[in-house]
Every structure is written in C-alpha cells, then in structure tokens.
C-alpha cells in the first residue's frame, strides 16, 4: 500500500487547481502545431483555437483541463472549484467546439497532435462524462473527430512508435482506452486492443535503454501499462512475466532508478521530471497485476520516483504549464487496488 501523502489530497487538488489555471487562458508563449498553406493562415494561437489557446502548446491544454475537471471531482470544495465551473462553462460551448472542430477539416491539419493529443482529448472527454454538467455533450462533436481519427489511423500502422515523448503510440493507445470503457464503444475497444496486440504482443525480455534525455514516459512501462488496460488479465499476466522476467530483483535497474533532471527551465531537461511521475503512475498500475517481490519492488520504484519529482512540479514554466497532469495520473493510480 501507498502511504497516505502519496494520495492526492486536498491541499495537492487546489495547488494543481491552481497551476492550471494560470496557463489554460495563457496564450504566450506558445509553440503552435500549425502548418501553413498560405500567409492567411499565419495567425494567433487564440484564433486558431478558441478553447485550447494556452499551457504553451495545445496538447497541454487539453490536459490542464483533464487536471481541473479532474480535482473538481474529486474534491468538489476547494476553493477554487467556482473559478473552474465558471471557466468551463465559458470555454466549452457548442460555437468555440466547432471552431475546434473545424480546424481538423484543414488539409494541412491531418496529424495534427497526433497520436498525444488526440488520445488527451479522449481522455478529457471521459473525465467530462462523470461530471453533472454541459460540458460533454459540448465536446461530443470534437471527441467523435478524434475516435474517428483513431478509426482511420491505426489499421493502416503496421509499427508502433516506441518513444517516450508525444509520438509514443502506447500512451495514446492507453489514453483512448479508458475513453472507450467510459462511453461503451466496444468497437473503438476492440481496435485499440487489435492494434497494442499487433504492435507489441511479441515483446519479451525488455531491455529498458532508457532514459534518453527527452523522455517524459518510458518506453517500457507505458507498452505494459497500455496493455494492461487492453488486454484481458490471462492475457496480459503472463505477458508481463516474460516482458519483465527479473521485475523482482529490480531488474533492468533503468527503471527502478529516478531520472536525474539537471536544469528545470529547460523546456527538455524538465521532461524528465515528467518520467519520473508517468514512471510512478505505471508502477503503481502494474503492482496491481504483481505479486510478491515484483509487487514490493513496484511500489517501492513508484515511490522514489514520486519522491524525485513530486516537489518540482511548480517552480518554471516550463515544467508547471503540464507536469501537475503527471502528478495527477500518479497520485491517483490504482485506488482500486
């Protein structure tokens, strides 16, 4: 078991709550996916996109907004949830989600985010769901754009892209999938679980050569975590044992062992504290499936990389407009357990 100030608490909700809420209306700086066709379209984040504008890039919006939403509802009383209610009352109308929207209709914009955003987006979305309020049926339109970007993409992918950056396919993959359990689309489901088998069933004895410098995921335990929400647990279990064989002698030690972050204003460096947080999260899921050793050395990996990064997650822009998301996804893992 988790120790108690490893959970989220209230006072963690209203620090998050409040970090995020200085950068999703933040529009500068910014650093646009955005390819021009012509020199009408060198616009402003802001027109661009009328919601997700802020946080410095529009994938760290979507997921600032995942942070809010998800504090809300779980700690409905702090005292800044009449701040978020107001803001997402604004922000998610049927006119600003159509604009949003409308954006993917442009030629250009055919891998726009994809696949980190587009999997945030279906995660926002199924954090939407669960709340009593009008902001899920407002981005109905927008998360139906993006399944079907999903739909389109993955049966023509033969390969995964094995990083630990935006472009990782298994923490997308992962993402979207809790988006279809929330809505019941056993298709999407089934897709998704198709193509994480294809890409990474035959993977055994890994290696772990990570971190490389960039890393914000690890590359291994985000693919064992992607399967483990995808795959039946028959499946999954004995997959895992020979993925990670030596798991109880803390072996390979990569991942038993915090990343160093030498510089947190650089906007690269301090994605490393982003791996020690996403590391946390997966280690505390996959405990769920260990047993014995295994388990005790997953927890135990869980908390010195919370340790390493929790405390860091203010402090730059450039790690506070997005790390609050990981610390989220890490305090809160596996409460069912």
Sequence with gaps: ?????????????????RLALSHVTRE??????????????LTGPRAQHPIFFGSFDWHSCVHGYWTLATV??????????????ALFDDAFTDGKVAAETAYLDRPSARSFERPYGWGWLLKLQAEFLVHEAPWAAAMTPL???????????LPKAPYPIRTGVHSSTAFALALAADYARATGDNGLRQLLAESARRWYLADADAAAWE?????????TLIEAE?????????EFRPWLAGFLPRAAERRP??????ATVSDRTDGKIVHLDGLNLSRAWCWRELATVLEGPARAAALEAASSHLAASLPHVAGDYMGEHW????????LTAAEDA
């Design 1 to 17: 078991m988790s120790s108690p100030s490893e959970r989220l608490t209230s006072e963690q909700a209203s620090l998050f709550a």
């Design 28 to 41: 500068y700086p910014n650093k646009l996916d955005h390819v021009l066709q012509g020199p009408e379209d």
């Design 72 to 85: 809300l509802r779980r700690f409905p009383d702090i005292p800044e949830a009449p701040t978020i209610r």
């Design 143 to 153: 998360a139906d754009a993006f399944t079907e970007r999903f739909r389109s993409f």
């Design 211 to 219: 971190p490389s410098l960039d890393d914000f995921l690890s590359p």
């Design 226 to 234: 992607c399967l483990r929400r995808l795959l039946p647990d028959e």
């Design 253 to 258: 030690a990569s991942l038993f062992t915090p």
């Design 323 to 330: 790390l609050a998301s990981f610390a989220l996804l890490a």
